[in-house]
């Protein structure tokens, strides 16, 4: 499975971006996918995730309902949609895909970076204030 973001810029504080993350290889639609980000000398955090199974959706509570994830199975893509950008949003944002298969509990979450089996190589989003 191969994983390729796009989509990152400069913006300013308020401003908008949408990355978009290209999932080829295997079946699209069997994989929960995730978006995750870090920071310059921070460890890498989940920013959203949206399930295979049912298109049910996490988010971490920093997002603050200002991000949206969802997926295109036509064009095996899967998005963030991110409005409000805050200079604390600033870091390389990656795309990843978990193969682990659904979990028993419908409200749980793959939220790990450790979930997930592949990974796109990141795209940077710059939030000047």
């Known amino acids: 499975v191969q994983l390729q973001a796009s989509g990152g810029g400069l913006v300013q504080t308020g401003g908008s971006l949408r990355l978009s993350c290209a999932v080829s290889g295997r079946t699209f639609s069997r994989y929960d996918l995730g978006w995750f980000r870090q920071a310059p000398g921070k460890g890498r955090e989940v920013v959203a995730v949206?399930?295979?199974?049912?298109?049910?959706?996490y988010y971490s509570d920093f997002v603050e309902g200002r991000f949206t994830i969802s997926r295109d199975f036509a064009k095996n893509t899967v998005y963030l949609q991110m409005n409000s950008l805050k200079p604390e949003d600033t870091a390389v944002y990656y795309c990843?895909?978990?193969?682990?298969?659904?979990?028993?509990?419908?409200?749980?979450?793959?939220?790990?970076?450790?979930?997930?089996?592949?990974w796109g190589q990141g795209t940077l989003v710059t939030v000047s204030s």
């Open positions: 990843a895909a978990s193969a682990r298969g659904t979990l028993t509990n419908p409200r749980s979450y793959y939220t790990a970076p450790n979930q997930y089996d592949y």
């Open positions: 949206i399930t295979w199974s049912s298109g049910s959706t």
